[in-house]
């Protein structure tokens, strides 16, 4: 093989050499690019899931007042309700005593 035709293949291997690695540099520049916007993305989810979830927080609070309010007035019911047998049961007492005379 002449000096020629060996400086001819080395120089066609460096050319491979350098093509790949030009590519690679590229696929480099890709990565981040592509690591960024997988973190927007990511930023933006959590931003939604955030506001989703002060919007649950204050729907339960709205839920847990309510919730708190039927029980006072279910509270209120029963008093009423225990009152109103208490007053039944003077009336029987009554009625029978009425009965006795």
Same mark, same amino acid.
Do not use: F, K, W, Y
């Given at each position: 093989?002449?000096?020629?035709?060996? +400086?001819?293949?080395?120089?066609?291997?460096? %050319?491979?050499?350098? !093509?790949?690695?030009?590519?690679?540099?590229?696929?480099?520049?890709?990565?981040?690019?592509?690591?960024?916007?997988?973190?927007?993305?990511?930023?933006?989810? +959590?931003?939604?899931?955030?506001?989703? !979830?002060? %919007?649950? @927080?204050? @729907?339960?609070?709205?839920?847990?007042?309510?919730?708190?309010?039927?029980?006072?007035? $279910?509270?209120? =019911?029963?008093?009423?309700?225990?009152?109103?047998?208490?007053? =039944?049961?003077?009336?029987? =007492? $009554?009625? @029978?005593?009425?009965?006795? @005379?």
């Amino acid at each position: 093989m002449s000096e020629l035709d060996e +400086l001819g293949a080395r120089l066609a291997a460096l %050319e491979a050499v350098v !093509s790949q690695e030009g590519g690679l540099r590229a696929s480099q520049d890709r990565d981040p690019a592509d690591l960024a916007a997988t973190v927007r993305a990511q930023h933006h989810t +959590l931003q939604a899931l955030a506001l989703t !979830s002060s %919007e649950h @927080n204050m @729907n339960l609070a709205d839920m847990r007042r309510e919730l708190t309010r039927q029980g006072r007035d $279910i509270a209120e =019911v029963r008093e009423g309700m225990a009152s109103l047998a208490e007053g =039944v049961r003077q009336m029987l =007492v $009554i009625l @029978n005593r009425l009965d006795e @005379n």
